[in-house]
């Protein structure tokens, strides 16, 4: 059963820092990865995917990795700003079950 | 486009009562995906749709749940009779030609069941 665990829960930086938020998950067999932020009483809102067969993805300030065989995937942002306070989910589509697995959330808030 | 519509965003009802959600996809999409989101146990998946067909339910939490897809711009989430503990935010997704491809959100239903 495909699993997907976010660390740290909670991340508190200044403004202008670069950070890395970190997503690993238990079963190697999916199709893709998927970055979402979530703002406070709001639906998701899809930041970058990555396929399988990549290694990474680019947008903007933001730019996320993907290794299948370490089960593992993180997204860095890039000089934050306090725009970017929100929760940060990652999810994996499973290959065998063709379910989207979310993690809990990285809930990120940059201090002006 | 308008992107992916949930109606109502807030409902607030009692124990007992018969409530649906609603949702229509972006046109186009042929994979519609209903979830739902609680503290404890983050966001799941319930049903999803292809070309109007349910394909796995087995997210369902029970007889209580059920979902249709009369048409490729609307599908509905019923639950009836409803509980406290059905309390969560519901959100519908779809994507484009294949459910490996990027999932798009509604902003969700927040139901609240007194």
């Known amino acids: 059963k495909q699993e997907v665990t976010q660390i740290p829960a909670a991340l508190s930086v200044p403004e202008g820092e670069n950070l890395v938020l970190n997503c690993s998950f238990t079963?190697?067999?999916?199709?893709?990865l998927q970055w979402f932020r979530q703002d406070p009483g709001k639906g998701l809102t899809s930041l970058l995917l990555i396929q399988s067969s990549q290694r990474e993805q680019t947008s903007g300030r933001l730019n996320a990795s993907l290794d299948k065989s370490s089960g593992r995937s993180t997204l860095y942002i890039a000089a934050s700003q306090p725009g970017d306070s929100a929760t940060y989910l990652c999810a994996a589509l499973s290959s065998n079950t063709g379910k989207l697995i979310f993690g809990q959330g990285t809930t990120l808030q940059v201090k002006p | 486009d308008a992107g992916v519509i949930q109606s109502p965003r807030h409902e607030v009802t009692e124990m007992g009562q018969e409530v649906t959600l609603r949702c229509k996809p972006i046109?186009?999409?042929?994979?519609l995906f209903w979830y739902r989101q609680t503290m404890m146990r983050g966001l799941e998946l319930l049903i999803y749709f292809n070309n109007n067909v349910p394909i796995d339910d087995s997210g369902m939490p029970e007889d209580r749940f059920s979902a249709k897809m009369p048409n490729a711009s609307f599908s509905t989430l019923k639950i009836q009779p409803s509980e406290p503990r059905d309390s969560a935010v519901y959100f519908c997704?779809?994507?484009?030609?294949?459910?490996?491809?990027?999932?798009?959100f509604g902003p969700g239903t927040r139901l609240t069941v007194l």
């Open positions: 079963d190697s067999a999916i199709y893709n």
């Open positions: 046109s186009g999409h042929d994979y």
């Open positions: 997704a779809s994507s484009l030609v294949g459910y490996y491809n990027e999932q798009f």
